[in-house]
Each structure stands twice: as C-alpha cells, then as structure tokens.
C-alpha cells in the first residue's frame, strides 16, 4: 500500500539556516505530494504541493520537488526564522482516484533565535 | 480556500459519555473526511463523509464508535460514544472539491478531546 516517511525529529536550528526535512514515499503511479505545516496549538495548513514529476511547490520560502526516480519530495528553506516553528507534515493522496491523504509521521521543527 | 470552524475547540469528557463534534464550511464541498490525531502523532483517517448516505470508515473504525452524519454540502459531525482516555486526540475535519483546487485538502483547527 502507500505509504510516506520521514526524517526523525526534532530538527533543531539556528535562525538564518539551511533547512532540509527528508520525504520519500511509496505509492504505485503518480501520486500527488503535499507538505503541510502544523503550528502550536492549531489545525493543518497546506504549505505547497506537487502533482507531477519534476513539479516544484513553493510557498513562503519553502520548496519541494517531485523526484519521481529517487520517491522523494524533501522540503527545503533557505533561512528559517522562529515562526516557522511547527509540526510539518509530508503527505501523498494516491493515483487510483480516491482522495484519501496518507500522511508521514511528521517533522518537529524548533528554531531558536 | 474554505473557511472550516469546528465545535466545540476543546472539551474535557468522562468515561463512558459520548461527545458530538460539529464541522461547518463557508462554502458547499465535494467531500468531508473525518481524521484523529493522537497525542504526538501522525494524523489517520477515521472516515469519509458522503452527503445522504452512511460514511465510509477505514479499517479499524466502525460507525457504532464513530457514528457520523452529513446533512447537507456545508455541515457534517462526528460523535465520539462510550468514550475511554484511549480516545483522548484532537479530531480534525477536512474538505474538498466544489470551487476549491483539485486535490487540495483544507483543515479545520480540530477539536482536542480529553477523556478523564
């Protein structure tokens, strides 16, 4: 069946950093790829998505490509800052039609001033 | 996208008694799905809900449990019955389709249970 992973957390940084959160899926097809972001004490956001291979997704200084060849949809940012504190959540919805989300574990991310 | 409320945001419950929680959007939508969230955990699927029809639950989800209602294209509950601290989570409802981009899925802010 599908199925996401991702990396362990915490993932711990100093404001300005390089961020990286890895994502690999299983999935038969082409599934559709999201992250969304899960701030303290509220629901789930849509931060981006990708539908295609190749495809890059893009909101608010976060990225993630589609790698079709590698399963992965790894999500980066250039300079985090401390609101980008939060839960982020890697997630599939599958090929076959039916739109059930299948989400990764998820990804705390902490980052200090 | 949609704007979601859910009610009640948070309760407090005892064993034994069953709590209805109300999801409500701004617009009318294809599909409404029903997830739980345990404490520091992923989100699972609990079930779709179909408009004038039974929901259809996943696997380990049975509609004596979790018994849902839809309604209309804006509204839907779920009622969580002879609650247990096993059920302590927050419950979260989602939407999709009718006007929104396809395959985006939209939350509403969830509704943190505590079972005592």
């Given at each position: 069946?599908n199925?996401v992973?991702?990396?362990e957390?915490?993932v711990t940084?100093s404001?300005e ?5 890895n994502?690999t899926?299983?999935a ?6 999201f992250?969304?972001?899960?701030y303290?004490?509220?629901?789930l956001?849509l931060l ?12 608010k ?6 790698r ?5 949809f790894?999500?980066?940012k250039?300079?985090v800052q401390?609101?980008?504190s939060a839960v ?5 919805i599958g090929?076959?039609g039916?739109?059930?989300?299948i989400?990764g574990a998820g990804t705390?991310?902490a980052?200090?001033? | 996208?949609?704007?979601?409320s ?9 064993r034994g008694?069953?709590?209805?929680i ?10 409404m799905?029903w997830?739980r969230?345990?404490?520091g955990q992923s989100?699972?699927?609990i079930?779709?809900a179909?408009?004038?029809?039974e ?5 380990g989800f049975?509609?004596d449990?979790f ?10 509950t779920?009622?969580v ?6 059920d302590?989570s927050?419950y979260?409802c989602?939407?999709?389709g009718l006007g929104?981009t396809?395959n985006?899925q939209?939350?509403g802010?969830?509704?943190r249970?505590?079972v005592?």
């Open positions: 069946g199925s992973t991702q990396m957390g915490p940084l404001e950093a390089f961020l990286t959160i994502c899926y299983t038969t097809g082409y599934p559709s790829l992250w969304y972001v899960q303290p004490g509220e629901g956001q981006l998505k990708a539908t295609k291979a190749d495809d890059k997704g893009s909101n200084g976060f990225e993630a490509t589609y079709k060849e590698t399963t992965s790894h999500l980066e250039g300079s401390v609101s980008d982020y959540f890697c997630a599939l090929s076959g039916y739109n059930k989300l989400f705390r991310l980052v200090h001033p | 996208s949609a704007v979601i859910q009610k009640p945001s948070r309760d407090i419950c005892q008694t069953s709590l209805t109300q999801c409500q959007v701004d617009s009318q939508v294809t599909m799905f997830y969230q345990q404490p989100l699972t699927l079930a779709t179909n408009q004038g029809s929901a259809t639950y996943e696997s049975v509609i449990k018994p849902i209602s839809r309604p209309n294209l804006t509204f839907s779920l009622t019955s002879n609650m247990s601290p096993e302590s927050i979260l989602s939407v999709l929104l396809v985006e939209y939350f802010p969830g509704t249970l505590t005592t």
